[in-house]
């Protein structure tokens, strides 16, 4: 099984660490490519950077079906373009935010959402309407710090992180939290040692709902909404 995993932005270092969270827990055989949307935005951060980012996002979909992908990963907690993604793709096309909030509401009765800047709050909020999910998601909060900080060493994003993630406990009464960036992949083992509730990260369980659609052998519906776009 070859599951594919994009970077809808352009930053390398992000695709990096995106791809090495999918491995940890990925099934033995599986095969896990990471892409990076060459020429899109160094991070998405806003309904602008969404659609910049949605024609560089399509071409790797469509490159990477071409290459024999099973399934796709869509690794934007803002799940940029995902019906789009879907239309073009035959295979699964999963969203880590669509998988994050869900795996949530498995394991939990109420979580939170912890982001990074202040303006994806709305943004995320309107996802988790849209998922079904409002009446289990206590609150989707900020941690007031720009994507890229997670990249840079010696930056206190990660123990901004955390401590949002206590308020969340304290104020919410949320019994789980879910990263609401992909570039917090690699922060959910440290996480959740130091908060003592589940924290989730949406590019682990994506990586395990695409082997577990593939392995069922389901693909994209193309009857309706998800049907192949018309050429013009």
């Known amino acids: 099984m070859k599951l594919v995993v994009i970077n809808p932005n352009s930053t390398v270092s992000m695709t990096e660490k995106i791809v090495a969270a999918a491995r940890a827990v990925a099934a033995p055989g599986v095969e896990i490519e990471g892409r990076t949307a060459a020429g899109a935005p160094a991070s998405i951060q806003g309904h602008h950077d969404e659609v910049m980012c949605a024609p560089h996002l399509l071409r790797e979909v469509r490159e990477a079906e071409e290459a024999g992908a099973d399934a796709i990963v869509l690794a934007c907690f803002d799940d940029p373009a995902l019906g789009a993604c879907r239309e073009v793709a035959t295979g699964p096309v999963i969203g880590i935010c669509e998988a994050g909030v869900k795996a949530a ?3 939990a009765t109420s979580f939170s959402v912890v982001t990074t800047l202040p303006r994806s709050v709305p943004v995320i909020e309107d996802l988790v309407r849209g998922y079904g999910l409002a009446h289990r998601c206590r609150r989707v909060r900020s941690a007031a710090i720009p994507v890229l900080a997670l990249e840079e060493p010696g930056s206190d994003a990660r123990a901004r992180v955390r401590d949002e993630i206590l308020r969340a406990i304290e104020e919410d009464g949320c019994e789980a939290v879910v990263l609401g960036c992909a570039g917090m992949a ?10 003592g509730i589940p924290v989730i990260d949406g590019v682990a369980v994506a990586t395990k709902f695409a082997e577990a659609l593939v392995g069922a052998g389901l693909r994209t519906s193309k009857s309706g909404a998800y049907a192949q776009p018309e050429t013009h």
């Open 186 to 195: 690699d922060l959910v083992a440290w996480l959740s040692e130091e908060t």
């Open 105 to 107: 509401s498995m394991i």
